[in-house]
């Protein structure tokens, strides 16, 4: 039986990192939505998030929401992408909170919670400079949140959010939150109640936490990243996350040929497997690897991060990962395994292809 490329979830480090993640959230009274769109909802995380100090279960996809339930999530869910028209009656049934930007839908959604007898929670997305889902014109936003407070039954208003860091790259700051805070609060002065959720992001606004910078008034933040891999923190951000498990994933793969080649191609020079021109550089002869196992399961190769020092990757097609292993040519031979940390493209990836075999450990 075939059994790589094989992804091994740490389960108990997975644990650990909720936990020492709600710490400090809960230090500043923040909740937290468990994000689990990254790992594509595998079952065991998702249970370990649920018997965390999350407060809710969250995905972008309805999808990942459905099976969270179907596996028996007690927590709440959070769909954290604007539904599609088409999805509604799903969202009614099986999430409990959403993020919200379209007039339209919020219509779609009241007439389905009344269909089904089911209230339902929503926030409204405020665009600060992200430029991804949400209300650029904050002057709709407050006139939709005060519409919503009077006029709908049976959808609630339970607060606002924005997101940041995903698009337009940009950097979730005390001042965004507060131009966030302020849009809460001039809701709240026309509504005459305070908002029960101000959502501040994502993992880029868990540095905020850290460091204790984060305005008070953010009551609620979305992670997957910063539980699951921690691997931005240091790599993109210079913060040291120490307290956080680096491990949670690795992805094993077999190694099916080795062989001295030279570091130059032969030949003219045309385009790649996927009709990109790549530049390459000559060292002369060395050793390299294939592993089997290539970007179909998991995207850019060069954001892996090889566990063996003296593995370097060199590129990869979309069965083949190709290494240099000059440093350790001694050492390696044709059967052995390879392990790989996974940067967050590399997570959605494997585990969203049907060739990489998922192991749970405790
Ligand atoms: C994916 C996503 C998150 C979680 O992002 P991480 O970087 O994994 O913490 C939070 N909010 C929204 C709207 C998202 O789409």
């Given at each position: 039986?075939?059994t ?5 979830v ?13 710490e400090r959230?809960?230090a ?5 939505a ?26 972008s ?28 009656p ?8 959403s ?11 009241e ?29 709709e ?28 790259s ?21 509504i ?6 101000i959502?501040?992001?994502?993992t880029?606004?868990?540095?905020m ?53 030279p570091?130059?191609p032969?030949?003219?020079?045309s ?18 690897a ?10 850019d ?21 190709i290494?240099d ?38």
């Amino acid at each position: 039986m075939e059994t790589h490329p094989k992804l091994i979830v740490n389960l108990g480090h997975l644990k650990e990192n909720i936990r020492s993640m709600c710490e400090r959230t809960d230090a500043l009274d923040i909740s937290v939505a468990g994000v689990i769109k990254g790992f594509h909802a595998i079952p065991e995380m998702v249970a370990a998030f649920d018997e965390s100090p999350c407060q809710s279960i969250a995905s972008s996809r309805i999808e990942q929401l459905k099976s969270a339930h179907d596996i028996g999530c007690k927590k709440p869910l959070f769909l954290i992408r604007i539904p599609m028209l088409s999805e509604i009656p799903e969202v009614v049934k099986y999430v409990a909170y959403s993020l919200q930007s379209e007039k339209v839908v919020l219509q779609a959604l009241e007439k389905e919670c009344e269909k089904q007898g089911k209230t339902h929670k929503v926030l409204l997305m405020a665009d600060l400079g992200d430029l991804r889902e949400g209300f650029w014109n904050k002057d709709e936003l407050v006139e939709l949140a005060v519409d919503i407070e009077n006029n709908f039954n049976f959808v609630k208003l339970a607060g606002i959010g924005t997101n940041l860091g995903c698009y337009g790259s940009i950097k979730a700051t005390p001042e965004k939150m507060n131009e966030l805070i302020d849009i809460a609060q001039i809701i709240e002065n026309k509504i005459g109640r305070t908002l029960e959720l101000i959502s501040g992001g994502a993992t880029t606004s868990t540095m905020m936490v850290f460091d204790k910078s984060i305005p008070k008034r953010i009551n609620h933040l979305r992670i997957g990243e910063g539980i699951i891999l921690a691997c931005d923190y240091e790599k993109l951000f210079d913060t040291d996350a120490a307290f956080l498990h680096k491990d949670v994933l690795t992805l094993e793969g077999e190694i099916i040929e080795i062989k001295d080649k030279p570091s130059y191609p032969v030949g003219e020079l045309s385009y790649d497997a996927f009709g990109n021109v790549q530049t390459y550089h000559d060292r002369g002869i060395r050793r390299r690897a294939l592993v089997a196992f290539g970007r179909v399961d998991v995207g850019d190769v060069e954001t892996l991060m090889p566990k063996t020092s003296g593995v370097e990757i060199l590129g990869a097609s979309s069965d083949h990962l190709i290494l240099d292993i000059e440093e350790v040519k001694d050492t390696l031979k044709v059967g052995d395994k390879l392990s790989f940390g996974l940067s967050y493209c590399n997570m959605v990836y494997a585990t969203s292809s049907k060739n990489v075999k998922i192991e749970v450990i405790d």
